[in-house]
Nanobody
Framework: QVQLAESGGGVVQAGGSLRLYCTDS????????MGWFRQSPGKEWAFVAF????????YYAEAVKGRFTISRDHAKNTVYLQMNSLKPEDTAVYYC???????????????????WGQGTQVTVSS
């Protein structure tokens, strides 16, 4: 069973940085691919970043490419999202999600993820 919990959100000024954490309290973390998504009020879910089960492949939304970095540490059952050069439009609730290592569906597909955390709020002030 996968149980995800995000942390690390907060309020930061534009141009600043935050690091989000997503920790799995289960024992099967290493067999899941992980994604980060975000949702702003009145907007649809937006894909942010993806990392394969072994960390060998990563993908990013165009809006965050070059500013955000996703990584994972199997020893700590944790996925990270390092966010630099934050912009007000990055303001959202950020969610991490897990899906089987070999899904066959696009990494940006929300329904392809089986497990979700509760979200952490990121607010970027101008």
């Amino acid at each position: 069973q996968v149980q995800l919990a995000e942390s690390g959100g907060g309020v930061v000024q534009a141009g600043g940085s935050l690091r989000l954490y997503c920790t799995d309290s289960g024992r099967t973390f290493c067999v899941y691919a992980m994604g980060w998504f975000r949702q702003s009020p009145g907007k649809e879910w937006a894909f942010v970043a993806f990392i394969s089960w072994n960390g060998g492949n990563t993908y990013y939304a165009e809006a965050v490419k070059g500013r955000f970095t996703i990584s994972r540490d199997h020893a700590k059952n944790t996925v990270y999202l390092q966010m630099n050069s934050l912009k007000p439009e990055d303001t959202a609730v950020y969610y991490c999600a897990a899906r089987p290592a070999y899904s066959g569906r696009a990494y940006s597909s929300v329904p392809s993820y089986n497990y979700w955390g509760q979200g952490t709020q990121v607010t970027v002030s101008s």
